[in-house]
């Protein structure tokens, strides 16, 4: 998989100061363009007990390999998106299998104003060892970018980091937006009742997958999947939730609508005061969301590229996006609008929230154009296609030849796809997207996305 080389350029490490955590920027997005070291944020933390300690578990999740633990895994640094009202900080496992997210809402700060933009803050080994240190009850400061003045300029104190900024990040940020933004609310527990369940759950282990039934004011395990029942992959996942659960105001459980066959992913979201930390895990602890291909299909769709150019001027890091109002600004019909979004989560430039329900606009280190690089699949089926691969119909089937071989794609009478004889179908069964040959069916106007 493709994987770029990233500079972290910071005017200083982040530091924890007595009542005050400096967080240190690099290189960022704003609303007047690229800035070397955007400042979001100045002001008082209302609840700092809470909010310390939810960032120390993002950087902790960016810190974690859940799958192949030994392999190691080298934490990148957090993604900070100021949407004007509040603040988002972001991360991925080492093995891509979960998405963490702490939202820091407007009741939880108290400043002069939060700012737009998107950058990564250091968040470097000595100021989690002082967060974890930090004492209790004390009123801190947060500062998300540094005056010059105050850290001074030049050689000696400019700290960099040149570190892989891989591929799985940017499919990972896209996957995620657009899973999540199928799923259900599920649970709602109260704050006894999240404690009581989280601290149940294995500390150690892997790969086991244990489902979960609302009951009540909070969730009984069950042994298999049914009516109701909400998938838990890999449960020493949630362990990130663990040290925040004194400061827990309660517990939501998002999953996918319907009754599950097999694993499926889930979020869970711990309510603070202040703010929220969701967790987003993949269906196994051994499976990364870069791999997912949610957005194959969408990718598609000749439109979205264009079609993304006239959205990507009228979206400003709101903290909700609303396709309705998109359409109607841009002129576009609403699948319009959805494939175009699609377009702009490749290079992460939507996110969703879960709590409200909405999408919202950030933008990560990545260039555009990275769409085939980023999924070889699509580029696979732009290949075949080009190659002339893709055979008339016969009856419901469709060949595509690749070299000496020949795959059947099936076609059902409503135009979406049955399957096809390649390898990847039968291992996944459509379950992690459409292979090369049935995009490129799709592609070829044999096919219509169901």
């Known amino acids: 998989m493709t994987t770029a080389v990233h500079a972290f350029r910071y005017l200083g490490p982040s530091v924890l100061h007595p009542r005050r955590l400096g967080l240190a920027t690099s ?22 007990d809470a909010a310390a300690a939810a960032l120390l578990a993002v950087a902790d999740v960016a810190a974690a390999r859940h799958h192949r633990p030994a392999a190691g895994a080298a934490a990148l640094d957090p ?31 108290d400043g002069t104003g939060t700012g737009h933009g998107t950058t990564n803050v250091d968040v470097n080994d000595p100021l989690r060892e002082a967060l974890r240190l930090r004492t209790p009850g004390e ?17 000696d104190l400019l700290v960099e980091r040149k570190v892989p900024l891989p591929a799985r990040w940017l499919k990972g940020f896209a996957e995620t937006q657009l899973l999540t933004a199928r799923f259900d609310p599920r649970a709602a527990l109260p704050a006894a009742e999240a404690v009581r369940f989280l ?3 294995p500390a150690g282990g892997r790969g086991t997958v244990r489902w979960v039934l609302p009951a009540g004011p909070g969730l009984r395990a069950t042994s298999r999947p049914g009516p109701g029942a909400v998938c838990l992959p890999g449960p020493e996942r949630l362990a990130a939730l663990r040290p925040l659960l004194r400061h827990a105001t ?18 869970w979201e711990l309510a603070l005061p202040g703010g929220r930390l969701t967790l987003t895990l993949s269906p196994d602890s051994s499976r990364g969301f870069s791999g997912e291909g949610g957005l194959l299909d969408l990718l598609a769709e000749d439109t979205g590229a264009a079609d993304a150019e006239t959205l990507a001027a009228l979206l400003a890091w709101e903290p909700r996006i609303e396709p309705a109002d998109l359409a109607e600004d841009s002129g576009l019909t609403p699948d319009r609008v959805r494939a175009a979004l699609a377009r702009l989560a490749t290079s992460g430039q939507i996110g969703y929230d879960l709590a409200e329900a909405a999408h919202f606009h950030r933008r990560l280190p990545y260039t555009d154009g990275r769409v085939e690089q980023a999924n070889p699949r699509l580029g696979g089926a732009r290949s075949l296609l080009d190659a002339g691969a893709v055979g008339p119909a016969a009856g419901d089937v469709r060949v595509v030849t690749v070299g000496d071989h020949a795959h059947h794609v099936r076609i059902a009478p409503d135009g979406a796809a049955l399957g096809c004889t390649c390898r990847w179908w039968a291992r996944h069964r459509g379950g992690r997207g459409p292979c090369s040959h049935v995009l490129a069916v799709r592609m070829s106007g044999g096919e219509r996305r169901a």
């Open 27 to 48: 290189g960022g997005a704003t609303p007047h363009g690229a800035a070397e070291h955007p400042r979001f944020f100045d002001g008082a933390l209302r609840h700092p």
């Open 79 to 109: 993604v900070v998106t100021a949407d004007g009202d509040r603040l988002r900080f972001e991360s991925f496992s080492g093995c891509g299998g979960v998405h963490a997210r702490l939202d820091l809402l407007p009741e939880g700060l």
């Open 139 to 155: 009123r801190l400061r947060l500062a998300v970018g540094a005056e010059d003045l105050e850290v001074g300029v030049g050689a």
């Open 199 to 201: 601290r149940a759950l």
């Open 250 to 267: 309660g517990l939501r459980v998002y999953a996918p609508p319907g009754t599950p066959t097999g694993p499926t992913a889930s979020a």
